[in-house]
Protein backbone atom coordinates (compact mmCIF):
# COMPACT_ATOMS: atom_id res chain seq x y z
CA UNK A 1 0.00 0.00 0.00
CA UNK A 2 1.13 3.33 -0.97
CA UNK A 3 2.08 5.86 1.81
CA UNK A 4 0.52 9.44 1.57
CA UNK A 5 2.28 12.18 2.83
CA UNK A 6 -0.20 13.84 5.08
CA UNK A 7 -0.50 17.19 6.28
CA UNK A 8 -2.54 18.68 9.34
CA UNK A 9 -3.99 21.94 8.40
CA UNK A 10 -6.30 24.49 10.66
CA UNK A 11 -6.78 27.99 8.49
CA UNK A 12 -3.25 29.20 10.23
CA UNK A 13 -0.51 30.45 8.18
CA UNK A 14 1.60 28.29 9.89
CA UNK A 15 -0.77 25.23 8.30
CA UNK A 16 -0.87 27.08 4.59
CA UNK A 17 3.28 26.87 4.81
CA UNK A 18 3.16 23.02 5.77
CA UNK A 19 0.52 22.47 3.37
CA UNK A 20 2.73 23.91 1.08
CA UNK A 21 5.52 21.93 1.80
CA UNK A 22 4.30 18.92 1.76
CA UNK A 23 2.73 19.01 -1.42
CA UNK A 24 6.28 19.50 -2.66
CA UNK A 25 7.37 16.57 -0.79
CA UNK A 26 5.26 14.70 -2.08
CA UNK A 27 5.65 15.35 -5.55
CA UNK A 28 9.32 14.91 -4.46
CA UNK A 29 8.51 11.55 -3.60
CA UNK A 30 6.28 10.34 -6.19
CA UNK A 31 3.33 9.80 -3.64
CA UNK A 32 -0.40 11.08 -3.18
CA UNK A 33 -0.90 14.40 -0.78
CA UNK A 34 -3.49 13.93 2.27
CA UNK A 35 -4.70 16.84 3.89
CA UNK A 36 -6.46 16.84 7.28
CA UNK A 37 -8.36 18.71 10.29
CA UNK A 38 -8.86 17.63 13.52
CA UNK A 39 -11.63 19.12 15.05
CA UNK A 40 -13.80 18.19 17.67
CA UNK A 41 -17.39 19.24 18.25
CA UNK A 42 -17.38 22.02 21.15
CA UNK A 43 -20.92 22.99 22.28
CA UNK A 44 -21.11 26.87 23.25
CA UNK A 45 -24.62 28.85 24.22
CA UNK A 46 -24.80 30.80 21.14
CA UNK A 47 -26.90 28.22 18.83
CA UNK A 48 -24.93 28.95 15.63
CA UNK A 49 -21.82 27.85 17.33
CA UNK A 50 -23.84 24.75 19.29
CA UNK A 51 -24.52 23.28 15.51
CA UNK A 52 -23.20 20.18 15.37
CA UNK A 53 -23.80 19.99 11.30
CA UNK A 54 -22.49 23.67 11.17
CA UNK A 55 -19.15 22.73 12.65
CA UNK A 56 -18.57 20.44 10.25
CA UNK A 57 -19.52 22.09 7.70
CA UNK A 58 -16.89 24.20 8.44
CA UNK A 59 -13.90 21.89 8.70
CA UNK A 60 -15.16 20.42 5.41
CA UNK A 61 -15.06 23.85 3.77
CA UNK A 62 -11.31 24.41 5.73
CA UNK A 63 -9.81 21.39 3.92
CA UNK A 64 -11.28 21.85 0.90
CA UNK A 65 -9.55 25.43 0.56
CA UNK A 66 -6.48 23.76 1.68
CA UNK A 67 -6.88 21.03 -0.95
CA UNK A 68 -7.80 23.99 -4.33
CA UNK A 69 -4.65 26.00 -2.98
CA UNK A 70 -2.54 23.05 -3.44
CA UNK A 71 -4.14 21.97 -6.70
CA UNK A 72 -3.86 24.89 -8.22
CA UNK A 73 0.10 24.77 -7.72
CA UNK A 74 0.47 21.14 -8.23
CA UNK A 75 -1.99 19.95 -10.90
CA UNK A 76 -0.64 16.59 -11.20
CA UNK A 77 -0.68 15.83 -7.95
CA UNK A 78 -3.33 13.31 -6.31
CA UNK A 79 -4.74 15.01 -3.94
CA UNK A 80 -7.07 13.97 -1.11
CA UNK A 81 -8.63 16.46 1.70
CA UNK A 82 -10.58 14.93 4.94
CA UNK A 83 -11.97 16.52 7.90
CA UNK A 84 -11.71 14.34 10.93
CA UNK A 85 -13.85 14.45 14.32
CA UNK A 86 -12.65 13.65 17.74
CA UNK A 87 -9.48 14.21 19.86
CA UNK A 88 -7.04 15.82 18.22
CA UNK A 89 -4.00 13.79 19.64
CA UNK A 90 -5.76 10.55 18.52
CA UNK A 91 -7.57 11.47 15.24
CA UNK A 92 -3.18 13.08 14.02
CA UNK A 93 -1.68 10.08 15.54
CA UNK A 94 -4.20 7.84 13.39
CA UNK A 95 -3.77 10.09 10.41
CA UNK A 96 0.32 9.55 10.39
CA UNK A 97 0.54 6.18 11.82
CA UNK A 98 -0.85 5.27 8.00
CA UNK A 99 1.24 8.13 6.40
CA UNK A 100 4.72 7.94 4.95
CA UNK A 101 5.81 11.33 7.24
CA UNK A 102 2.86 14.03 9.10
CA UNK A 103 3.28 17.55 8.21
CA UNK A 104 2.33 20.00 10.84
CA UNK A 105 2.79 24.13 11.16
CA UNK A 106 4.50 25.67 13.57
CA UNK A 107 4.73 29.09 14.91
CA UNK A 108 8.46 29.72 14.83
CA UNK A 109 10.22 30.56 18.54
CA UNK A 110 7.18 29.55 20.32
CA UNK A 111 4.58 26.84 21.21
CA UNK A 112 2.97 25.17 18.74
CA UNK A 113 -0.54 26.45 17.03
CA UNK A 114 -4.32 25.99 16.26
CA UNK A 115 -5.19 22.20 17.39
CA UNK A 116 -1.55 21.93 18.39
CA UNK A 117 -2.11 24.19 21.43
CA UNK A 118 -0.37 23.29 24.51
CA UNK A 119 0.38 19.70 25.16
CA UNK A 120 -1.31 18.02 22.13
CA UNK A 121 1.78 19.09 20.18
CA UNK A 122 3.61 17.49 22.51
CA UNK A 123 2.14 14.29 22.44
CA UNK A 124 1.22 14.00 18.47
CA UNK A 125 5.33 14.51 18.24
CA UNK A 126 6.16 12.19 21.07
CA UNK A 127 3.20 9.16 20.13
CA UNK A 128 3.59 9.21 16.15
CA UNK A 129 4.49 5.81 14.64
CA UNK A 130 5.86 8.20 11.67
CA UNK A 131 8.32 10.84 11.19
CA UNK A 132 6.56 14.20 11.72
CA UNK A 133 7.70 17.68 10.39
CA UNK A 134 7.63 21.05 11.82
CA UNK A 135 7.30 23.91 9.04
CA UNK A 136 7.46 27.90 10.11
CA UNK A 137 4.96 30.04 8.73
CA UNK A 138 8.30 31.73 6.86
CA UNK A 139 8.97 29.07 4.80
CA UNK A 140 9.76 29.37 1.70
CA UNK A 141 10.50 27.10 -1.46
CA UNK A 142 13.84 28.84 -1.79
CA UNK A 143 14.92 27.43 1.20
CA UNK A 144 15.37 24.14 -0.55
CA UNK A 145 18.06 25.71 -2.88
CA UNK A 146 20.46 23.74 -4.52
CA UNK A 147 23.49 23.71 -1.80
CA UNK A 148 21.53 23.52 1.48
CA UNK A 149 22.08 20.14 2.94
CA UNK A 150 19.85 17.66 5.04
CA UNK A 151 21.31 17.91 8.32
CA UNK A 152 21.07 15.14 10.70
CA UNK A 153 21.94 14.39 14.18
CA UNK A 154 23.63 10.97 15.31
CA UNK A 155 23.94 9.47 18.47
CA UNK A 156 25.02 6.63 20.36
CA UNK A 157 25.52 3.10 18.50
CA UNK A 158 24.55 2.69 14.77
CA UNK A 159 20.90 1.03 15.89
CA UNK A 160 19.99 4.45 18.18
CA UNK A 161 20.09 6.69 14.47
CA UNK A 162 19.18 4.20 11.96
CA UNK A 163 15.42 5.76 11.72
CA UNK A 164 16.62 9.37 11.56
CA UNK A 165 19.74 8.60 9.32
CA UNK A 166 17.16 6.64 6.66
CA UNK A 167 14.56 9.58 6.70
CA UNK A 168 17.49 11.99 5.82
CA UNK A 169 19.21 9.84 3.14
CA UNK A 170 16.02 9.39 1.13
CA UNK A 171 14.70 12.78 1.74
CA UNK A 172 18.31 14.21 0.39
CA UNK A 173 18.36 11.46 -2.38
CA UNK A 174 14.83 13.25 -3.36
CA UNK A 175 15.78 16.51 -3.38
CA UNK A 176 19.24 16.00 -4.58
CA UNK A 177 21.27 17.50 -1.84
CA UNK A 178 24.03 16.20 0.44
CA UNK A 179 23.48 15.18 4.09
CA UNK A 180 25.33 16.77 7.15
CA UNK A 181 25.90 13.99 9.54
CA UNK A 182 26.50 15.37 12.60
CA UNK A 183 27.69 13.63 16.00
CA UNK A 184 28.19 15.63 19.25
CA UNK A 185 30.35 14.33 22.16
CA UNK A 186 31.25 15.73 25.52
CA UNK A 187 33.89 14.49 28.11
CA UNK A 188 32.27 12.00 30.12
CA UNK A 189 32.67 12.41 34.54
CA UNK A 190 35.52 10.38 35.46
CA UNK A 191 33.44 7.59 37.07
CA UNK A 192 31.64 7.22 33.84
CA UNK A 193 35.15 5.27 32.53
CA UNK A 194 35.15 1.60 32.76
CA UNK A 195 38.08 -0.93 32.07
CA UNK A 196 36.13 -2.16 28.55
CA UNK A 197 35.60 1.63 27.81
CA UNK A 198 38.84 2.58 28.45
CA UNK A 199 40.20 -0.42 26.63
CA UNK A 200 37.99 0.94 23.76
CA UNK A 201 39.18 4.64 23.50
CA UNK A 202 42.87 3.76 23.66
CA UNK A 203 42.61 1.50 20.55
CA UNK A 204 40.72 4.60 18.73
CA UNK A 205 43.42 6.69 19.98
CA UNK A 206 41.67 8.91 21.90
CA UNK A 207 37.80 10.10 22.40
CA UNK A 208 37.71 12.07 19.03
CA UNK A 209 39.03 9.26 17.06
CA UNK A 210 36.90 7.12 18.78
CA UNK A 211 34.12 9.42 17.84
CA UNK A 212 34.53 9.61 14.13
CA UNK A 213 35.05 5.87 13.79
CA UNK A 214 31.72 5.55 15.74
CA UNK A 215 30.04 8.05 13.38
CA UNK A 216 31.47 5.98 10.25
CA UNK A 217 30.57 2.65 11.53
CA UNK A 218 27.10 4.27 11.21
CA UNK A 219 27.05 5.77 8.25
CA UNK A 220 28.66 2.64 6.23
CA UNK A 221 25.32 1.40 5.47
CA UNK A 222 23.65 4.72 4.48
CA UNK A 223 26.82 5.33 2.12
CA UNK A 224 26.18 2.01 0.34
CA UNK A 225 22.28 2.68 -0.07
CA UNK A 226 22.28 5.73 -1.36
CA UNK A 227 26.05 6.08 -2.70
CA UNK A 228 24.97 9.32 -4.92
CA UNK A 229 23.96 11.48 -1.78
CA UNK A 230 26.96 13.34 -1.15
CA UNK A 231 28.13 13.03 2.77
CA UNK A 232 29.83 15.53 4.99
CA UNK A 233 30.68 14.31 8.87
CA UNK A 234 30.73 16.60 11.27
CA UNK A 235 32.29 15.40 15.13
CA UNK A 236 32.37 18.08 17.48
CA UNK A 237 32.83 18.71 21.13
CA UNK A 238 29.90 20.21 22.71
CA UNK A 239 26.05 20.19 23.87
CA UNK A 240 24.15 18.07 20.95
CA UNK A 241 21.29 20.91 20.78
CA UNK A 242 23.86 23.75 20.21
CA UNK A 243 26.13 21.95 17.64
CA UNK A 244 23.24 20.92 16.07
CA UNK A 245 21.91 23.98 15.74
CA UNK A 246 24.66 25.90 14.55
CA UNK A 247 24.61 23.12 11.72
CA UNK A 248 21.00 23.89 11.08
CA UNK A 249 21.64 27.70 10.39
CA UNK A 250 21.80 27.43 6.81
CA UNK A 251 20.08 24.14 6.32
CA UNK A 252 17.06 23.05 4.44
CA UNK A 253 16.14 20.71 6.71
CA UNK A 254 17.50 19.17 10.16
CA UNK A 255 16.70 15.49 11.24
CA UNK A 256 16.75 14.35 15.05
CA UNK A 257 15.68 11.06 16.45
CA UNK A 258 13.15 11.28 19.13
CA UNK A 259 13.62 8.99 22.28
CA UNK A 260 12.16 5.24 22.60
CA UNK A 261 9.33 5.07 24.81
CA UNK A 262 9.80 4.32 28.41
CA UNK A 263 7.76 3.33 31.43
CA UNK A 264 6.83 7.29 31.61
CA UNK A 265 5.26 7.22 28.45
CA UNK A 266 6.56 8.53 25.03
CA UNK A 267 9.45 11.24 25.16
CA UNK A 268 10.79 13.76 22.33
CA UNK A 269 14.01 14.47 24.58
CA UNK A 270 15.49 17.71 24.96
CA UNK A 271 17.59 17.77 21.56
CA UNK A 272 14.20 17.45 19.63
CA UNK A 273 12.95 19.96 22.09
CA UNK A 274 15.64 22.74 21.16
CA UNK A 275 15.55 22.25 17.71
CA UNK A 276 11.65 22.75 17.47
CA UNK A 277 11.71 26.01 19.28
CA UNK A 278 14.71 27.39 17.91
CA UNK A 279 15.97 25.89 14.57
CA UNK A 280 15.64 28.32 11.36
CA UNK A 281 13.96 25.20 9.43
CA UNK A 282 11.82 22.56 8.93
CA UNK A 283 12.60 20.21 11.50
CA UNK A 284 12.14 16.29 11.67
CA UNK A 285 11.67 14.38 14.53
CA UNK A 286 11.95 10.35 13.69
CA UNK A 287 10.74 7.96 16.02
CA UNK A 288 13.31 4.76 16.50
CA UNK A 289 13.54 1.97 14.10
Known sequence: MTRPVTVGVDGSPESTAAAAWAAREAVRRD???????????????????????????????????????????????????????????????????????????????GALVGFLLGSVGRQVIAESARPVVLVRSEDRPSDEAAGRDVVVGQHGTPEDSDGALGFAFATAAARRAGVRVVRAW????????????????????????????????????????????????????????????????DAQLVVVGRHASRPVGPRIGSVAHALLHHAPCPVAVVPPA
Open 31 to 109: LPLRIVHAWQWQSYDLAPAADHDAQADWAKRLVQEARDAVVAGHPGLTVTAEALEGGPVEALAAAAAAAELLVLGSRGH
Open 186 to 249: SLPPVFAYSPGSLKLLDEAGGLEPYERRALDEALRPWRERYPQVPVTEQVEMGSAGQVLLSAAA
